[in-house]
C-alpha cells in the first residue's frame, strides 16, 4: 500500500494504533542503547561520545578570515530547541556544540503502555523546520500539476489531503524556495502514483499481472529510449497516454533546472531499482506468497526512500561529487538511511510487530550514526553536508508520518 493509499484508507481507532500514534509523536525518552555489534573497534560506544568526539572536532570546519562559505551547516535543533513553526526567516546554524548525528534530541518513546508498561522506542531526528505556510504554496502547486499530467483524476481531494507540499518543505530544509521544493514534490509524486496506478489501486487500472510491461514502457520516459523512425511515435502514443509517464517526464524537465546530469542519472538508477521491487511485490501477489523476512527486508532495501532522499542535494544547491556517491561505503550508509525510513512507517498487526519493527528500525539507524560520523571524518566537506541534509530529510520524513490526516483521525482522511 502506498503512501497516498494509506492516507485516505479509514483512520485505525484500536489500542495498537494508539501505539503507533505515540511512536511517532513522542518525543519524551531515549531509546535503548544497547544494539548489535559495533562498527569499529575504536569507536565510542555512546552515540553522543561518538558525535561529540568526532563531529564537533570535524563537521564545524575551517575557522577565520575568508572561511565562512566552507563551514557546514547542521540541520539538527539542539537540546531544548524547537523546529520553528511560521515564518521563512530561519536560516541554518552553523554547528557549535554536537547538536548533529545522534544526539539525545533524535530518540522518541511511546512512554507508558495502556498496561502501565513501558513502549518501544524509536530512534530518530526531530524535525528541522516547520514552516506550515510554505508547505501549503508548494501542496496547492503540486496538487494544480497533478490536474495537468493526469494523475489521480478525479481524486486531487486525495491529493491535497496528502500534503506532499508539506512532506518537500520538512525533508528539504536547505531551502526556502518553491519552486526547487516543488521540483522534488513532482518526482515523489510520480513515484507514489505508479504504486498507486499500477500496483495498488484497481479503481486506477493497477493489474499485478501487467505490471512488468507498464513499468518497462514507463520507464521510457525516466530515461528516454531512441527507436527506429518508424517506431518513435507509437511509443510515444504510449507514453503520452500513460498519465504516470507524462508525470515523469514533467518532473525531470522540472528537476533538471536545478540538478545537473549525473545528478539527473542518480535518480534514474534509484527508479529502475524501485521499479524492479514493485515487479517482485506482484510476484508475490500473483502467486499469493507470503515472503520471509529476510526477503521482505531486501525488498524493503530496493523499495525505499531513496529515491526522494537522493535529491537532496540537488534540492538544496549543491552536488555531493560522483566518486563519492559511487563509493561503497558512502552508499552503504545512503540505503541504510533509506530502509530505516520505510521501516519506520511500516503498519503493523500486533505488538510483537511494532517491538520487531521499531527494534530493527533503530539497528539501523545507530548504524547509520557511526558510519556516517566516519565518513564524514574521511570524505569532502560536500559529503558532511550530504549527511547533514540526509540526517535532516529522516527528522522531515518523520514529522510528516505522525502529523499526516492518516494517523490523527481527520474526517478528510
Not at 569507536?43 to 561529540?52: K, S, Y
Not at 541554518?92 to 512512554?111: C, F, I, N, W
Not at 524535525?127 to 501542496?139: I, Y
Not at 566518486?323 to 550508509?333: K, P, T
Request: net charge negative; with cysteine; proline share 6%.
Amino acid at each position: 500500500m502506498s503512501v497516498l493509499s494509506r492516507v485516505t484508507v479509514p483512520t485505525a481507532t484500536h489500542d495498537l494504533a494508539g501505539v503507533v500514534i505515540a511512536l511517532f509523536s513522542n518525543p519524551a525518552r531515549a531509546a535503548p542503547r544497547d544494539r548489535p555489534g559495533s562498527v569499529g573497534d575504536q569507536l565510542p560506544g555512546d552515540d553522543n561520545q561518538l558525535v561529540a568526539s568526532v563531529l564537533s572536532r570535524l563537521v564545524s570546519g575551517p575557522t577565520g578570515l575568508g572561511t565562512s562559505a566552507a563551514r557546514i551547516p547542521s540541520w539538527c535543533t539542539a537540546v531544548g530547541e524547537t523546529a520553528a513553526a511560521t515564518g521563512r526567516s530561519a536560516k541554518p546554524r552553523l554547528l557549535d556544540d554536537p547538536t548533529g548525528l545522534g544526539v539525545v534530541t533524535g530518540r522518541v518513546s511511546t512512554g507508558p503502555s495502556a498496561g502501565g508498561e513501558s513502549g518501544p522506542e524509536l530512534y530518530r531526528p526531530p524535525a528541522v523546520r516547520d514552516d506550515v505556510a510554505l508547505g501549503e504554496e508548494v501542496n496547492d502547486r503540486l496538487v494544480a500539476w497533478a490536474g495537468q499530467v493526469g494523475i489521480y483524476a478525479g481524486q486531487l481531494d486525495r491529493v491535497r489531503a496528502a500534503k506532499f507540499g508539506r512532506l518537500m518543505m520538512l525533508t528539504h530544509p536547505a531551502t526556502d524556495d518553491p519552486d526547487r521544493l516543488l521540483a522534488a514534490a513532482k518526482c515523489v509524486l510520480a513515484e507514489r502514483a505508479t504504486d498507486d496506478h499500477f500496483l495498488d489501486e484497481e479503481s486506477m487500472g493497477a493489474d499485478a499481472k501487467v505490471i512488468g510491461s507498464r513499468l518497462a514502457i514507463t520507464y521510457a520516459a525516466v530515461d528516454p529510449v531512441d527507436l527506429p523512425v518508424s517506431y518513435a511515435p507509437q511509443l510515444d502514443q504510449a507514453l503520452s497516454g500513460e498519465p504516470v509517464a507524462v508525470a515523469y517526464r514533467s518532473a525531470f524537465d522540472h528537476l533538471a533546472r536545478y540538478a545537473s546530469a549525473t545528478q539527473l542519472a542518480r535518480l534514474r538508477h534509484e527508479l529502475s531499482v524501485m521499479f524492479m521491487a514493485y515487479n517482485q511485490e506482484a510476484d508475490w501477489r500473483t502467486a499469493g506468497r507470503i515472503p520471509p523476512v529476510w526477503e521482505y527486508l531486501t525488498h524493503r532495501h530496493e523499495n525505499s526512500f531513496l529515491p526522494p532522499m537522493v535529491l537532496v542535494d540537488s534540492i538544496a544547491g549543491y552536488e555531493l561529487p560522483p566518486f563519492e556517491f559511487a563509493d561503497r561505503r558512502v552508499r552503504r550508509v545512503f540505503a541504510l538511511a533509506g530502509s530505516a525510513s520505510v521501516i519506520l512507517r511500516e503498519k503493523c498487526s500486533s505488538q510483537e510487530a511494532i517491538e520487531r519493527s521499531v527494534e530493527i528500525h533503530n539497528e539501523l539507524m545507530h548504524t547509520f550514526v557511526e558510519e556516517a560520523t566516519v565518513l564524514s571524518h574521511l570524505g569532502s566537506l560536500a559529503l558532511r553536508r550530504f549527511r547533514a541534509d540526509i540526517w535532516a530529510w529522516l527528522g522531515g520524513n518523520r514529522e510528516w508520518h505522525s502529523t499526516t490526516e492518516r494517523y490523527h483521525g481527520s474526517s478528510n482522511a
